[in-house]
């Protein structure tokens, strides 16, 4: 099993559109998580940290489920300038940073 | 910007030969990553170092070796360089601990050809 894995998609959407990304992990023991962005050929750009059970910034959530873990990114009223690659990042045991593969995002007019 | 810089943004060598990539981490930092990311693909952990050490490492064969220096600019080097290799080379850099976000730079485009 991967140590993390996301959906590839892509998720092609409509502006206006809510959108979810689901992540999962398989070290129980991980503590912090993140969401970064990542537009094509450009270096990621870090979206969300996601501490405790979760946190909001504008359109933009992000929820942490320990339980079942898995780490969920919602949109909210999807631009066109959020089509871009969605990376899950989990911090293994405090020294290491693992990537899922990463979600593509489409938002289309 | 994150501070962030690397050299040279892009790069071709010839299968078999030796390249060094560079890093300069933001200011305040202490520690710096590496990542190979291939073509739609996630970044893959390669290694990290934390003052000078290193202090992690990915499932990468021994002729991907580091350095960090006393500023904590770092180096990747990648000997016996392979048609594989060609990818997207990213440093990051973040305070040592476990919440600290980590920050990118443009990353090196290697082609080896």
């Known amino acids: 099993r991967k140590e993390v894995e996301q959906d590839p998609g892509p998720f092609n959407v409509p502006e206006g559109a809510t959108v979810a990304f689901n992540c999962t992990y398989s070290?129980?023991?991980?503590?912090?998580f993140f969401w970064y962005r990542q537009d094509c050929r450009k270096e990621p750009k870090l979206l969300m940290s996601?501490?405790?059970s979760g946190n909001e910034d504008g359109r933009f959530t992000a929820q942490l489920n320990r339980a079942s873990q898995y780490i969920s990114l919602l949109i909210r009223d999807s631009k066109l300038s959020d089509s871009a690659t969605y990376l899950c990042v989990v911090n293994i045991n405090g020294n290491k940073l693992v990537f899922g593969a990463g979600t593509i995002l489409r938002v289309k007019s | 910007e994150t501070g962030v810089t690397q050299s040279p943004t892009h790069l071709i060598k010839t299968r078999g030969q030796q390249v060094t990539l560079r890093c300069s981490s933001q200011s305040g930092h202490n520690t710096v990553s590496w990542y190979q990311q291939a073509l739609g693909q996630g970044p893959q952990f390669i290694f990290q170092?934390?003052?000078?050490?290193?202090?992690g490492r990915g499932n990468f064969p021994p002729r991907f070796s580091g350095l960090q220096f006393p500023n904590y600019s770092s180096e990747l080097n990648v000997n016996a360089l392979e048609l594989d290799d060609s990818a997207l080379y990213l440093c990051?850099?973040?305070?040592?601990?476990?919440?600290?976000?980590?920050?990118f730079g443009q990353g090196t485009r290697l082609t080896v050809v």
């Open positions: 996601v501490y405790s």
């Open positions: 990051a850099s973040r305070s040592q601990g476990e919440y600290t976000e980590a920050f």
């Open positions: 170092y934390y003052r000078e050490e290193e202090n």
């Open positions: 070290n129980s023991a991980s503590q912090s």
